[in-house]
């Protein structure tokens, strides 16, 4: 193999470019590695808000529901004690 410097200079040139090249195809191949696994942590992200907010959504209707009840037999029991206190 002919060193660098018995190379025509076009060719020096062209070699120079293939491996500037190159080096941007490896630099842009590692971006979208990082890219994707940035892009699979923010999927995995989603996915575990998407749940919680199920899950707040749920502890939210029990809970109302839960109130539901209470106001029920809060009424109930004053109704009984009404009842209760006008017999005697």
């Known amino acids: 193999m002919a060193a660098a410097s018995d190379q025509p200079a076009s060719a020096q040139m ?5 491996d ?3 080096l941007v195809l490896q630099s842009s191949l590692e971006n979208s590695r990082h ?24 502890i ?3 809970l109302k ?9 809060l009424q109930q029991d004053a109704r009984s004690s ?3 206190a006008q017999r005697h």
């Open 82 to 84: 009404s009842t209760t």
């Open 65 to 73: 529901m839960l109130v539901q009840l209470q106001i029920g037999r």
């Open 60 to 62: 939210s209707d029990d």
């Open 20 to 22: 500037a090249q190159w």
């Open 35 to 58: 890219i994707d696994a940035q892009t699979t942590r923010l999927d995995e992200l989603i996915r575990v808000q998407m749940r919680q907010e199920k899950i707040l959504e749920k």
């Open 14 to 18: 062209m070699n120079n470019s293939i």
